[in-house]
Structures are given as structure tokens and as C-alpha cells.
């Protein structure tokens, strides 16, 4: 059974820091095709923060760029998402997401409905 753990989560000033975990209940290098970060504000839809490939391909939405990074650790199964240079605006729920298809047609791969499991959830809290 597929399991993904966020932890990490918590509060920060602006201008601080934070880094993300998403324990993989598998082997996540052979199980999944990406893995990625989101986040969602209560009553706001989920919206894709990084993603990485099988091979290591990343894509940032444009708000993070330059700020978070997106890493994963094969040997530990583990997502990581390394926050730097945070703003009150990064204040979100975040979630981690894995999905093992190759192809899903006509979907980004930064977009929520690219990914079949999905984490319960780390809240991030910056402060101005």
C-alpha cells in the first residue's frame, strides 16, 4: 500500500527558511514517475509548487522560482523541499504528491490531476 508522510512543516518569519519530508511508503526512484510539492489555502483549489521526474527533470511554478528547491533521495525513499527566502504569501498547506504513470494526456505535470497519491498534509506558516 502506497503511503506518503510529510513532515517539516511549522512557523517562520519572513525571510526564514524551512525544508519539507515526504517518506515514501515504496521505493519511490522505481514506483513513481514524479513526485511533486503543493499547497492549498482553505477554500482555494491545490496548487502545484515543484515537481521532479523519474530522471530528475524539475519544474517550479513561477512564484517559488529562485527560492524553494525540489530534491529526492532514492536511497531513502524521501521528497525533500528546501524553502528559503520565505514570504507570508508561502503560508499554505503544503502536500506531497507521487504518481507512477509514464503519459497522462492533456494533464501538466505540475497540475493536481497528474498524481493518483497523495500525503495528509504539513501546515507552513510564515509570518511578516
Known amino acids: 500500500q502506497v503511503q506518503l508522510v510529510e513532515s517539516g512543516g511549522g512557523s517562520v518569519q519572513a525571510g526564514g527558511s524551512l525544508r519539507l519530508s515526504c517518506a515514501s511508503s515504496?521505493?519511490?526512484?522505481?514506483?513513481?514517475?514524479?513526485m511533486a510539492w503543493f499547497r492549498q489555502a482553505p477554500g482555494k483549489e491545490r496548487v502545484g509548487v515543484a515537481r521532479?521526474?523519474?530522471?530528475?527533470?524539475?519544474m517550479y511554478a513561477d512564484p517559488v522560482k529562485g527560492r524553494f528547491t525540489i530534491s529526492r533521495d532514492n536511497a531513502k525513499n524521501t521528497l525533500y523541499l528546501q524553502m528559503n527566502s520565505m514570504k507570508p504569501e508561502d503560508t499554505d498547506m503544503y502536500y506531497c504528491?507521487?504518481?507512477?504513470?509514464?503519459?497522462?494526456?492533456?494533464?501538466?505535470?505540475?497540475?493536481?490531476?497528474?498524481?493518483?497519491?497523495w500525503g495528509q498534509g504539513t501546515q507552513v506558516t510564515v509570518s511578516s
Open positions: 521532479i521526474s523519474r530522471a530528475g527533470s524539475i
Open positions: 515504496v521505493d519511490s526512484y522505481s514506483r513513481y514517475t514524479y
Open positions: 504528491a507521487a504518481d507512477p504513470r509514464a503519459v497522462v494526456p492533456g494533464v501538466s505535470s505540475l497540475s493536481s490531476d497528474r498524481f493518483l497519491y
